[in-house]
């Protein structure tokens, strides 16, 4: 297997090449009988397409999804609910010569000796960032599920190339706050930080060039006691599920790496009661503790490597000949794609923290 | 489930509580009639150990597994191997005041919420630190049957409490480095910088604190094409087994955050042949693209809080009276567990890697 | 979840509902670069189809499948293959009055609880004997890539109504055998059994009833090895994939309830050397000991109920108004699955055998 | 793996060989805080025991389970529960001629083909039915939380070497008709029945042979709407779990081969309201409909092959000298395993039911 999640009851299985028939999912597990807003899915998809901003990939994505199975009279039926996603705008020829030449920073190598050289390579086969509009779908899904029980997610971006957003506020964050975020092109707290992040974008892909990033992510309304110890926890299932997205290369839980330069009357987070509720003053953590959520947000950061595909000459190798090569880029690229990794991470989020509900 | 690790056809399966009467592991799919060296075990274990040296834990640990299972005239014998590590030496007098006063930073409120106040508090309980000696055992038997496939790991210290070790040379680890970190008391690379750690640590547990850190890993060995797309490459099933170890709140593998101010052309790996074997001329992707082995060494970081027990009076709640509380943390605690938590990084990435190759 | 098989690497995710959009499937952990003959798939399916002898279904069901995903250049890819069938001569209005008056023998009234009526209750929803064609696109795949491995499967009906067709010789079945049972429209050994089972389906029919009966399956060119004890050998595997299929009450290896009246002296099956090969005299337990073949051939036998949809008037009762009630059942169906049973049962096993040798 | 149970959050894993330290389990995802009665769970095994009645084996089992975790103040914890049983009484050097020839009708030939050799030959090693009594402690342990949900299994001997005792009453079996068939040393319904078994069980081991039989299995108490459909219902789990007990060679749900004999008319259940209650008026499908509980009893019948050791020299192959040979089987052996077999068969579905509970 390579492309399920399997988390307790819940299970999300992917399919598809960028350049084959279609892509989709199924989902298994959901429960029975929950309304679904299929506007709202489309609108949460329209946050990972390709804008027409000069920002992302020029290529035109309808990305329209078609639900096969598992909804019925606008609600879950509790049995596998499937959508498939048609691949329409696909231009193969644009990928003639990476069919053996690799592109450096992909999977072009790796994934030929993963599959002795059968894998569909075009556009990057499985491998492609398209593979995230599934999945998308899928935490839109489980996005509709967590919010009817209160629990919100919202991811922003917070750094490109070095330009950096306000973090969350770790104690408290508002649904408004979150729905603010998601409506603007750019998902920031600060929209001039967005709007230099943008400058930065452009003079990248002026210079044949592409920047990376970080992407914040919260969850909040999950009550204290969801989660498990060692490996079936909220930090594992949500790394597992964060790294099936292409080019994230890091994830860090509250303070991450920084815990690496506190000491621990810093690092642990003072706990009080809040008119019946406990409460941490600071949340270090990120609202996880042993794998369980303690009520607190849960907030992570994750690290997005700059776009692979650069119109710039690389280094490479003709894998089947064995050659040295030296290779440009075709096609129609992002010169930064964190800002569609934005909702991808928020879908990764939600259904790593559905599946613990169920 | 909580404890388990389910890797294709690998899993481990871990029990046990601090205080209660034993700890263990099942490991059920190793192949059959691979040798295995106890002594070896023994010494990988004792890495993990508590050390006579001030830094951790006075807590005298014998910690010898026995073997009950799976293991027959020297050899692996395909059926489960068990493993139980009896505890002995538990002081449960001195976690008296810890039932109900949630230590901060600790699982002791979370799990009670989890368990609804039913799970074992006693010295942390499943959450305890010492669940990562099965563990460890696991990892230690893994990384045997790796090293007859010429597959070695390493972790060392790469930070505590801001003293930075040399990074390991992406391009090129030995066998021999590898083998002198793991002789170290401290696993550093640059002995100098574990004594200037050292300090570190005396002078937080003086000052009733603690410090926290970073541990750098390497896999060397491992072929091309050894991973998945998606959800079940090396990225997903390492950063599930390394979160199974309490205090990690992060991992990166290669430059990790540090793609966010990087630019493709930078970022992306030049390719080459070199004698007939594609390499990369940096590796900043630590080894990995789409979750596949590039045949490079493989290369994460891991962020380690500092211990959350501290001698220190801290804030927090008595959470079965609903009370706000101080507490002070009785018990042996180790000022810093990075030194610690070095083999546990390598025993968690053995499974996973291994669990590949079966 | 409750639509996927997960054994070991292999993993196979069915979707849809009668009288949805379509159904289909995704089989996640397929080797890479086995050719697969499409027509010969469409042959496999074709034997599951309704036939036009007046023995099964009258809806004209084309059930041609779209491969999507996970096939290219006449190859698997390794990536996960998925297949979708869409549901065109769907006559929904055939099942107004069974929305709430619950088919006896069905599993309307049972679904209707597990889903709290949300589910899709149109022609039995996710309960359709129909999904058994994905499971047959399935088990195609999975065939034809044992086969290459010189591994052959073959079912027939051993019995309809209580009569009986000839059993497998359970020591030495040929290619050629299987290859003819599986030309015939009713697919057994001895066609003069067939002809006389097709009396009594036609007579069951006139009678505006239906009949049972049993599907005998044989595994040859299975190395010995092949399995694993405990939870995850052969029947297991072959016991939850079969009972997939709906309408399959039994599943017998080997003697199966003939057991109960053998002594050990019958029963043990003799070994002997022949030819450097350990074989059995007899086969009394189908092939397989510990959950592990023998290298014999395995033998299974697969009770299959009466169609439950019956023209004949029946009680029941209206599970939303909770009032008893009286139901006849319109629509097409067959009066007996059974013939059609037999290339679901091969689908079943060719996927539970494979998912071993991956 | 192997020996692993995964059935959606619980999961349980069993180790040992017969002859080796230890055996033991461990039980993963039970639900926190449930009482456990341990005396209850040793009366549980007590029913699996060696009796000293000359019907089962010789060996003096102590087979008192040590509970390592997962159990404070005498409730569950939630997190995994582990025991481990000792191994004491055992007699290797019976089993020296056992190494290399294989004892028809058991795992030794096809263990050594799984294992190359390297498996723990010894008394069948991890194929030994001495694993069942780890397998009966956790159906034991899932036993007591079911009932404390008013879910009640029994189990009784339905024949043995062709003496039948009654069947349960399908419709309607009281918590009084399971206790007392669980007191008796042959679980029987009519205790003649029970009287006459053991006369054949006694002539077998007269003429150094053995008997099978037929377990009969019934849950109660179920409500309607448990399982789920294809892959993941009762009937998939309960058999996954009972063919992982050795010896079993068949499982039938309700009728079960039965069908093959039975019209539609008079197979399908009849439905009707009892007091707002839907029941069916016969329970032919054992009460189980497309994977899911109707809410009558649960029935199932399992069939249990003679013991395969029998002290009558055997025709058998010497699989490392590759030679004919011929085998007499010391040690001591039940003459017939059914009755032993009988609270096995109760754990299996004990922990399959348990699951889809959780």
Do not use: W
Not at 84 to 105: L, W
Not at 179 to 186: G, Q, Y
Not at 324 to 348: F, Q, T
């Amino acid at each position: 297997m390579s492309s399920e999640l399997h988390f307790g009851n819940l299970s999300v299985s992917i399919f598809g090449e960028s350049h084959g028939a279609g892509i989709g999912v199924v989902i298994d597990g959901l429960p029975a009988g929950i309304e679904l807003d299929t506007e709202k899915i489309l609108g949460f998809m329209a946050r990972r397409a390709p804008k027409k901003d000069g920002m992302s990939t020029r290529r035109s994505e309808k990305d329209t999804p078609e639900i096969l199975s598992g909804f019925y009279n606008g609600k879950t039926t509790g049995t596998p609910l499937s959508a498939v996603i048609r691949n329409t705008d696909t231009r193969s020829q644009d990928y003639g010569n990476i069919v053996s030449a690799a592109r450096p920073g992909h999977a072009d190598y790796t994934g030929y000796m993963r599959y002795n050289g059968a894998n569909d390579p075009r556009g990057g086969g499985h491998f492609s960032g398209r593979l995230t509009a599934p999945l998308v779908f899928a935490g839109a899904v489980c996005g509709q599920i967590l919010e009817k029980r209160g629990i919100n997610s919202c991811a922003h971006i917070l750094a490109i190339d070095g330009v950096y957003d306000e973090s969350f506020n770790t104690l408290d964050i508002s649904e408004d706050t979150m729905e603010s975020i998601k409506c603007r092109t750019m998902p920031v707290i600060d929209e001039s930080k967005g709007d230099e992040m943008k400058e930065h974008v452009r003079a990248a892909a002026e210079a044949l060039d592409s920047v990376g990033g970080i992407v914040e992510c919260a969850v909040i309304g999950l009550p204290a006691g969801i989660g498990s110890p060692m490996f079936d926890g909220l930090e594992n299932r949500i790394s597992q599920a964060v790294f099936g997205i292409p080019a994230v290369k890091a994830i860090a839980f509250g303070k991450g790496f920084g815990f690496a330069e506190m000491r621990g009357s810093e690092a642990n987070d003072p706990m009080y009661m809040d008119n019946g509720t406990v409460k941490t003053s600071t949340n270090n953590n990120g609202g996880i503790y042993g794998g369980i959520s303690s009520g607190m947000p849960v907030i992570f950061t994750v690290a997005v490597k700059p776009t692979p595909s650069i119109a710039q000459p690389q280094k490479t190798v003709d894998f089947i000949s064995g050659q040295n090569a030296e290779l440009v880029i075709k096609g129609r690229h992002d010169a930064c794609i964190v800002p569609r990794a934005v909702p991808v991470v928020e879908a990764a989020v939600n259904i790593a923290v559905l599946s613990f509900l169920i």
